[in-house]
């Protein structure tokens, strides 16, 4: 049991090596900057929100005028 979790790690840390996945990996997995940029735009748009008024229900209150015939 133990040997085969030591070989499959070996051959993983090999792989990833090999095939340059420890750059993709750390890129997936890891923060980076667009990731910070999100979270900043998410925070300034929640603080908007909190900050601006609620919208207003305006009632119209027009009425088309009659047309006037002439005749």
Not at 3 to 23: G, V
Not at 45 to 61: A, D, G, Q, R, W
Request: hydrophobic fraction near 35%; charged fraction near 35%; glycine fraction near 2%.
């Amino acid at each position: 049991m133990i040997l085969s979790k030591m070989l499959i790690n070996q051959i993983a840390t090999y792989l990833t090596k090999h095939f340059k996945l420890d750059k993709m990996m750390s890129y997936v997995f890891d923060k980076n900057e667009l990731d910070t940029k999100v979270e900043k735009l998410e925070k300034d748009v929640e603080l908007l929100k909190s900050i601006s008024h609620t919208p207003k229900e305006f009632k119209c209150n027009y009425k088309p005028k009659k047309e006037i015939k002439y005749g």
